[in-house]
């Protein structure tokens, strides 16, 4: 029977997208290319308890606030600690650090766009 695999692209609009590119590349450490950014499966299967979520919200929800996007990023880091102080480095400050949890380490962010990135350091299972 056929299934899906999980995510296979994150598309979407930017006012400015070389700009994006090049902020995701110099806050986040994303390499792009005109086209975008390619990420292969082995760098996620390194770190046990990593995967996609795909989770519809309620339409009132407020978990994406300040954002007026219907939708936000979630980013799989492997320190989140070092990518708040790199993302500290170019001016980019947290909206919120959540307090651990079992599934993680979670902060967000808020791309030049005004798109909410949730960056979350996995904890393994179990």
């Excluded at 299934?3 to 609009?13: E, H, M, T, Y």
């Excluded at 700009?19 to 590349?25: K, L, P, S, V």
């Amino acid at each position: 029977m056929a299934k899906v695999l999980g995510l296979g692209g994150l598309f979407f609009k930017a006012a400015d997208p070389a700009a994006t590119r090049a902020w995701y590349d110099r806050v986040l450490g994303i390499p792009a290319e005109e086209w975008g950014a390619f990420f292969t499966p082995d760098a996620a299967a390194a770190h046990p308890g990593a995967g996609t979520v795909f989770s519809p919200f309620a339409a009132d929800t407020d978990y994406f606030a300040p954002s007026d996007k219907e939708f936000m990023f979630n980013l799989m880091v492997d320190d989140l600690d070092g990518m708040l102080a790199r993302a500290a480095e170019h001016g980019v400050t947290p909206v919120k650090v959540f307090p651990d949890e079992a599934n993680g380490r979670f902060a967000h962010l808020m791309d030049p766009d005004g798109r909410k990135i949730e960056l979350w350091e996995p904890r393994p299972f179990g």
